[in-house]
């Protein structure tokens, strides 16, 4: 039976992660906080879901199956060929450095303050390092740019130059060639574990105090 390469889980959180970030760049441009920061919850759960999916998701979205060596990295830089199912030896580590860049955005930004218009939630626990936090959250953003440039040009160089159903596979689970080893993980366990993370995070922003208002 061919099972799918990728899970729902995985397909779900890979497609919402360009949509958010996008709706995130858009929303701090025009001012609108509010959104922005209940997108940044959003982001936050979505990457920390997915971190945990790389432990105890289906076969193909575990770290354990796809991070390897460096010389494994090298060997397929190098012109190796690639009998995996899932992310090449490179792709597996560029997955991994998206998730915490995106992971680090998020989390910068509940720290955040820019004394005018916008006060995270966590800005109290800041203190005086909420305007580092501000640099960091700036400097981080234009990280994430790159490594998503980086990201549509090896997708392309893979779906058009390769003939690699890369996006096929990412939007059906699989393709006519490409197909997963073992049956996949219940989406629900992921979804359960969603939840959990947003219980946990409602609490952490919910009793956090407050910094104190100077105005």
């Known amino acids: 039976m061919h099972w799918p390469l990728w899970d729902r889980a995985v397909r779900t959180i890979h497609w919402y992660l360009p949509l958010a970030i996008a709706f995130m760049w858009w929303s701090g441009e025009k001012g609108l906080y509010q959104?922005?920061?209940?997108?940044?919850?959003?982001?936050?759960?979505?990457?920390?879901?997915?971190?945990?999916?790389?432990?105890?998701?289906?076969?193909?979205?575990?770290?354990?199956?796809?991070?390897?060596?460096?010389?494994?990295?090298?060997?397929?830089?190098?012109?190796?060929?690639?009998?995996?199912?899932?992310?090449?030896?490179?792709?597996?580590?560029?997955?991994?450095?998206l998730l915490l860049v995106v992971l680090l955005q998020g989390l910068s930004g509940l720290f955040v303050s820019d004394d005018v218009m916008f006060e995270g939630p966590l800005t109290f626990w800041g203190g005086d390092w909420s305007g580092l936090f501000a640099q960091w959250h700036e400097f981080?953003?234009?990280?994430?740019?790159?490594?998503?440039?980086?990201?549509?040009?090896?997708?392309?160089?893979?779906?058009?130059?390769?003939?690699?159903?890369?996006?096929?596979?990412?939007?059906?689970?699989k393709t006519e060639r490409r197909f997963g080893p073992s049956k996949p993980k219940n989406t629900s366990l992921a979804l359960a574990v969603a939840l959990i993370i947003v219980g946990l995070l409602f609490l952490l922003v919910t009793l956090a105090p407050q910094a104190p208002s100077y105005y």
């Open 35 to 97: 959104w922005h920061s209940w997108v940044g919850y959003s982001l936050i759960v979505a990457v920390a879901t997915r971190i945990f999916w790389g432990f105890i998701g289906s076969q193909t979205a575990r770290f354990s199956t796809f991070l390897v060596g460096p010389s494994a990295v090298v060997a397929y830089l190098k012109g190796g060929q690639f009998l995996g199912a899932g992310h090449n030896p490179l792709g597996g580590w560029a997955t991994v450095v």
């Open 140 to 173: 981080n953003w234009m990280v994430l740019q790159v490594l998503m440039l980086i990201h549509l040009l090896a997708v392309g160089y893979h779906q058009w130059y390769r003939k690699e159903s890369l996006i096929g596979a990412m939007l059906w689970g």
